[in-house]
């Protein structure tokens, strides 16, 4: 019988790469247990109100929007490895005492409040970090595909995650199905701590101590408003988030109330949804040699960009051949552009500058999705679910003009760093001081 080989060359022949792989193929997998558990175990074990379970999942979005910038300073600062071995071990350890708490007979909620917003806090060190780790690990040429492989890990956790979750659920309950997620972060730590590549930390002089917090904060901000590809980038993702938002807000209650849809029909619906999801992140890699890193992310922001346009149009009827559509040609455009436009701010950004950049790409393009979010539930509320479907679907269309009339759609091939300006300079260019801008990064980007 022919033996099946592993594809030889590129990442598949990097050692300390696929170690980071697996360690975070396994951590994802556990993490959609905790994302179905902790929720499950707040409203049934716990018996939450309204008021409560909402909390939970304010509680762990919030530390995106407090603590990434200053993330993104201390990420520039220490060595990123080392920040996601002890994100991924801490994790484990705060999700550990989930299960104790509950078999004691001493958990309540305000326990699993506090603990989501601690687990959140760690989450944001270790995205930060590991967005920022690639490009050091990798080569600037394996970076699409070093992004794809670790989207294709996401998108088939999506999938798959929610049946191993509900079954571990029912099997042994919600408290200690979340041991499994724990147990996945310890494994992904042993795979880390096998690395053996090792980072340049940058130096200081004998006596000299770390700059300031904010000074460095708005360098961080200065880099990406000042610099042509991400402040367009930063734009599309915005705006594409906030629409897509009011768009996922009242979906399920429109799916249910308005299309009388069953749970096992919106189940198919977002699975095939994932399936799109997992596409997507196999063609990125191919599209954007055969296209070219901007036209790449220009067409994947054209598709998604009126992909807005299957969920009010779904007939009545028989909605469910349309919505699957919908979540699929989104779902393959949205992962696809995230991994093409991710390996670019990855590949254009100064080492120094990646934990900061990452961190201000994290702030503004996710500080969009609760103002979706309000917006969309205060449509719904007032002036009905399918209106807040066409807000979403024509309010996102004109999202792809960032990237289409920005230098953006002219880069054929993944670029080197731009020129690094001053940290004067990039204030100035990203108007963040009083002056006349420079011609630092935009010059730099031409």
């Known amino acids: 019988m022919r033996r099946l080989r592993r594809p030889a060359g590129g990442l598949w022949s990097h050692p300390d790469f696929i170690r980071l792989w697996t360690g975070q193929s396994i951590s994802e997998l556990g993490s959609q247990v905790s994302q179905l558990a902790i929720p499950w175990l707040a409203a049934v074990g716990l018996h939450a109100s309204p008021i409560e379970f909402s ?30 071995i002890v994100g991924d071990s801490a994790r484990a350890v705060l999700l550990a005492i989930i299960p104790v708490l509950w078999a004691t007979g001493v958990l309540r909620i305000w326990h ?3 603990l989501q917003f601690v687990i959140g806090v760690f989450t944001v060190f270790f995205d930060v970090a590991y967005q920022s780790y690639l490009p050091t690990l990798v080569k600037r040429e394996h970076l699409v595909d070093g992004n794809s492989k670790l989207q294709l890990t996401v998108s088939v956790a999506q999938v798959a995650g929610p049946s191993l979750s509900g079954g571990l659920i029912a099997a042994v309950t919600a408290p200690y199905a979340i041991v499994a997620d724990a147990v996945s972060f310890v494994v992904s ?3 880390m701590l096998r690395m053996r590549h090792r980072e340049n930390v940058p130096e200081r002089e004998p006596g000299e101590s770390h700059p300031k917090m904010w000074p460095q904060v708005k ?42 849809l069953s749970s096992v029909a919106l189940g198919i619906a977002f699975a095939v949804g994932s399936v799109g999801s997992i596409a ?20 994947y922001a054209v598709i998604f960009s009126f992909a807005g346009l299957f969920f009010p149009l779904a007939p009545r009827s ?18 696809a552009y995230n991994i093409t436009q991710v390996s670019l701010r990855q590949a254009i950004t100064p080492e120094r500058l990646q934990g900061r950049m990452n961190a201000a790409m994290r702030w503004i393009v996710w500080g969009t999705i609760p103002l979706g979010t309000l917006t969309g539930g205060a449509i719904g509320q007032t002036i009905g679910l399918k209106t807040a479907l066409w807000v979403s679907a024509i309010g996102g269309i004109p999202v792809f003009l960032w990237v289409l009339l920005s230098p953006v759609r ?37």
């Open 318 to 335: 028989f909605p469910l051949p349309v919505l699957m559509a919908g979540l699929a040609v989104f779902g393959f455009a949205s992962v």
């Open 410 to 446: 002219s880069i054929r091939t993944m670029p080197e760093p731009v020129e690094e300006p001053t940290p004067a300079e990039a204030e100035l260019a990203g108007g963040l001081v009083e002056g006349t801008p420079l011609a630092g990064p935009e010059a730099a980007d031409a």
């Open 189 to 191: 730590t042993l795979f």
């Open 280 to 299: 997507g992140a196999l063609a990125a890699n191919r599209l954007q040699r055969r296209l070219g890193v901007g036209p790449a992310i220009v067409m």
């Open 55 to 84: 909390l939970l999942g304010v509680l762990g979005f919030l530390p995106f929007i407090l603590f990434a910038l200053p993330a993104g300073v201390w990420v520039d600062r220490l060595r990123r490895r080392q920040i996601l």
């Open 219 to 260: 360098e961080g901000l200065a880099w990406v408003l000042g610099n042509r590809y991400l402040r367009a980038i930063a734009g599309c993702t915005g705006t594409s988030n906030f629409f897509g938002q009011i768009l996922f807000a009242v979906l399920l209650l429109y799916a249910v109330r308005v299309l009388h």
């Open 112 to 114: 699993l409040l506090v």
